[in-house]
């Protein structure tokens, strides 16, 4: 049975910095693509930072150069480094694996003073 855990969310000031995991049970994630999502209230689920196979990575310009996604293969982790934080940026992170056919519960990140 396959299954993702995200963890690493809580509370951070605007400006500051943050790391999410996610880490695999039942499926080796180097074997795979990852991708991370975030939902906030009321808004459709986004995309936040996509990380090919052979290590290639997408990020959209909203992310661009504030986000970087990175793999802990002997951990079957994948990690997702967030700095200078917005308010915008509030929402539950979610992981996905091998075309997103595979998703976590999630992890809540709230930016706030």
């Known amino acids: 049975q396959v299954e993702l855990v995200e963890s690493g969310g809580g509370l951070v000031q605007p400006g500051g910095s943050l790391r999410v995991s996610c880490t695999a049970s039942?499926?080796?994630?180097?074997?795979?693509?990852m991708t991370w999502y975030r939902q906030a209230p009321g808004k459709v689920r986004e995309l936040v930072a996509r990380n090919g196979q052979s290590g290639e990575t997408y990020y959209p310009d909203s992310i661009k150069g504030r986000f970087t996604v990175s793999r802990d293969n002997a951990k079957n982790t994948v990690h997702l480094q967030m700095t200078s934080l917005k308010p915008e940026d509030t929402a539950v992170y979610y992981c996905s694996a091998a075309g997103e056919i595979y998703w976590g519960r999630g992890t809540q990140v709230t930016v706030s003073s």
């Open positions: 039942g499926i080796v994630l180097s074997n795979y693509g």
